[in-house]
């Protein structure tokens, strides 16, 4: 294991103790970094949204279209399994709450879906930076290591993919067999 000087108390003037990073000989290229943990598609679809999420000083909403067709499905494959438990949670519990009937229930959960589609690439942001100074903390001055540490936590999980498809497919059926049921029992004379 690399040896990584663990930062300083504050000064006397105030000013914030140094982290392990900072007091090396080593210097990051932050992109380089966010590269590393999300993976083969950053250049082509994250780069210009975190650099337009990282101007701003607050919750910045950028639309992003993957949550709004999987839903919770989208975190887990960002390997982002808090906020997608999260969110399948609250969107259970609205859904369940209304007791709509299957279309009106398709409607809300496109409705809390493109919530996360709005929120989605800022909270990824977040955790792309926490996992990013995660990493520094551990292996500030090793940076092969701090690399194939991002590499390794971050990317996607391709097998949520087959259980979004699976989980998705069988929601269209379900509300396919309770719209078809409705009809049939409407079109019954007495």
């Known amino acids: 294991m690399a040896f990584v000087e663990r930062p300083q108390p504050p000064s006397p003037d105030g000013e914030p103790p ?13 992109e380089q970094l966010r590269k590393a ?18 101007d701003e000083e607050r919750f910045q909403p950028v639309f992003i279209w993957p949550p709004l067709v999987f839903g919770c499905f989208w975190f887990f494959y960002r390997r982002m399994y808090r906020e997608g ?5 609250v969107s259970y519990g609205i859904r369940r709450a209304l007791s709509l009937p299957p279309l009106g229930d398709w409607l809300v ?3 809390i879906n493109a919530a996360m589609a709005m929120g989605g ?6 955790k792309t930076e926490r996992q990013t100074e995660k990493a ?10 701090v690399t194939s540490w991002l590499i390794r936590h971050g990317g996607v ?3 949520i993919m087959y259980v979004a498809a699976a ?3 069988l929601k269209l059926y379900f509300t396919f067999l309770v719209v078809l049921g409705a009809a049939i029992g409407m079109g019954v004379s007495r």
């Open 109 to 111: 959960w496109l409705l």
């Open 157 to 159: 999980d391709n097998r």
């Open 121 to 126: 690439a800022w909270l990824y942001f977040q």
């Open 136 to 145: 520094l903390f551990e292996f500030g001055n090793d940076p092969p290591l």
């Open 167 to 169: 989980v998705i497919l």
């Open 37 to 54: 943990y999300v993976g083969e598609k950053y250049e082509e679809f994250f780069a210009d949204l975190f650099d337009r999420i990282e």
């Open 18 to 30: 140094l982290r392990p990073w900072q007091v090396g000989l080593v210097e990051y290229d932050q």
């Open 85 to 89: 438990i999260l969110f399948f949670l």
